[in-house]
Nanobody, 122 residues
Framework: QVQLVESGGGLVQPGGSLRLSCAAS????????MGWYRQAPGKQRELVAV???????NYADSTKGRFAISRDNAKNTVHLQMNSLKPEDTAVYYC????????????????WGQGTQVTVSS
């Protein structure tokens, strides 16, 4: 059973920083793209940042220059360093990954974590 588990959310003041982490566990053959999405109350879920297996990254315009995504392929983890946080960054943040489990037939499947709350408020 493959799963993604996030950690690192919480309450932070505007201008502060948080680091989110997501670990993939289970019987994994390989990891593809990994990313972070967020969903604020009353809004649709949106892409925050994504990182491919080779290290290429892509960011939402609203997070460029403030957020940094990274991954550790040896540990099956992805991280999101969030700096200069703003109240509009408040949302539930979800980890997402394309994972090929060690089962037959072997093909990549998309997985979601359970989400972690990030609240930016004074």
């Amino acid at each position: 059973q493959v799963q993604l588990v996030e950690s690192g959310g919480g309450l932070v003041q505007p201008g502060g920083s948080l680091r989110l982490s997501c670990a993939a566990s289970g019987s994994i053959d390989s990891l593809g793209a990994m990313g972070w999405y967020r969903q604020a109350p009353g809004k649709q879920r949106e892409l925050v940042a994504v990182i491919l297996s080779g290290g290429s990254t892509n960011y939402a315009d609203s997070t460029k220059g403030r957020f940094a995504i990274s991954r550790d392929n040896a540990k099956n983890t992805v991280h999101l360093q969030m700096n200069s946080l703003k109240p509009e960054d408040t949302a539930v943040y979800y980890c997402n990954a394309d994972i090929t489990p060690r089962v037959v037939p072997k093909f990549p499947r998309n997985y979601w974590g359970q989400g972690t709350q990030v609240t930016v408020s004074s």
